[in-house]
Nanobody, 123 residues
Framework: VQLQASGGGLVQAGGSLRLPCAASGLTFRDYIMGWFRQAPGKEREFVAR????????YYADFVKGRFTISRDNAKNTVFLQMNSLKPEDTAVYYC?????????????????WGKGTLVTVSS
């Protein structure tokens, strides 16, 4: 199984980035997909999740109204659209595959992790 996240980079505060994560080696439509992030010196934290069909989403409070998660099951890809970025959004972003039923995905419930992509937001 491979989850390959990309799209990270350096952006100014207030800017936008779109992170795709391409999955292979698993039956993509069977998994709930999520995004996490980990800032330097901090624990990995939940950002967003999307249901199998894409009809249900859930966000951490600190990204609500700014980030949007979506998926394309035909292309085995999940996306994270990040708008109105802030310096505190600087982190390595990871995509994740899980079958947990919890709205906030526990780190321990993730079955597969992507390698991560670095997002740096300058002030």
């Amino acid at each position: 199984v491979q989850l390959q996240a990309s799209g990270g980079g350096l952006v100014q505060a207030g800017g936008s980035l779109r992170l795709p994560c391409a999955a292979s080696g698993l039956t993509f439509r069977d998994y709930i997909m999520g995004w996490f992030r980990q800032a330097p010196g901090k624990e990995r934290e939940f950002v967003a999740r999307i249901s199998w069909s894409g009809g249900s989403t859930y966000y951490a409070d600190f990204v609500k109204g700014r980030f949007t998660i979506s998926r394309d099951n035909a292309k085995n890809t999940v996306f994270l659209q990040m708008n109105s970025l802030k310096p505190e959004d600087t982190a390595v972003y990871y995509c994740a595959a899980t079958k947990t039923v919890y709205p906030i995905i526990p780190v321990g419930d993730v079955e597969y992790w992507g390698k991560g992509t670095l997002v740096t937001v300058s002030s």
